[in-house]
T-cell receptor, first 115, second 115 residues
Framework: EAGVTQFPSHSVIEKGQTVTLRCDPISGHDNLYWYRRVMGKEIKFLLHFVKESKQDESGMPNNRFLAERTGGTYSTLKVQPAELEDSGVYFC?????????????FGPGTRLTVL | LAKTTQPISMDSYEGQEVNITCSHN???????ITWYQQFPSQGPRFIIQGYKTKVTNEVASLFIPADRKSSTLSLPRVSLSDTAVYYCLVGDPRPNSGGYNKLIFGAGTRLAVHP
């Protein structure tokens, strides 16, 4: 069974440009999450989808970030325009329908560098 | 959300048992304790979860005392491949709770296993 995949693995862009990150969750997982770790900081929650609906987007830093999950399958996270402080590793995770078990399956992450 | 405190780093040798203790003095009644492992350049991976007493799986054991204000992750006979960062997380997995499916990561414990 394929795990969570993320594309691209690395992205280097200049300040002011736009970048779109993609996440393909494990097939059948209704829950999809985005997290990020910026340099020297802890992994932080960004948002949570249940199917195509945003369940919790309390962690989104500002309106330069837009996440979508059309059709309830893959998700994209767009940063427009990118700023230097957006550099970091962006993780996507997925999990099955709500259970007591807090097991989320993480992808390998996308390393974003904004110059 | 309950805050967790764990050692910044630990060192061990191959074949030894490693115990990583996490403090969570403000744990709430409905909170579960979950541990994740992260290797370099990978996303975190679920290891084990418990509510009270002892939980064991093929990877680790989790010991939780009666007051639940701390927990200890035990890794038996570690190998070099167990070198990773280990995160202790506490949260309420119930829908519509503040911690619903939102993983809150701390700094984790960086475990180094030496030959």
């Amino acid at each position: 069974e394929a795990g969570v995949t993320q594309f691209p693995s690395h992205s280097v862009i200049e300040k002011g440009q736009t970048v779109t990150l993609r996440c393909d969750p494990i097939s059948g997982h209704d829950n999809l999450y985005w997290y990020r770790r910026v340099m020297g900081k802890e992994i932080k929650f960004l948002l949570h989808f249940v199917k195509e609906s945003k369940q919790d987007e309390s962690g989104m830093p500002n309106n330069r970030f837009l996440a979508e999950r059309t059709g309830g399958t893959y998700s994209t996270l767009k940063v427009q325009p990118a700023e230097l402080e957006d550099s970091g590793v962006y993780f996507c995770a997925s999990s099955q329908a709500s259970t007591i078990l807090r097991e989320q399956f993480f992808g390998p992450g996308t390393r974003l560098t904004v110059l | 959300l309950a805050k967790t405190t764990q050692p910044i780093s630990m060192d061990s040798y191959e074949g030894q048992e490693v115990n990583i203790t996490c403090s969570h003095n403000n744990i709430a009644t409905n909170d579960y304790i979950t541990w994740y492992q992260q290797f370099p350049s990978q996303g975190p991976r679920f290891i084990i979860q418990g509510y009270k007493t002892k939980v064991t799986n093929e990877v680790a054991s989790l010991f939780i005392p009666a007051d639940r204000k701390s927990s200890t992750l035990s890794l038996p006979r570690v190998s070099l491949s167990d070198t990773a960062v280990y995160y202790c997380l506490v949260g309420d997995p119930r829908p519509n709770s503040g911690g619903y499916n939102k993983l809150i990561f701390g700094a984790g414990t960086r475990l180094a296993v030496h030959p």
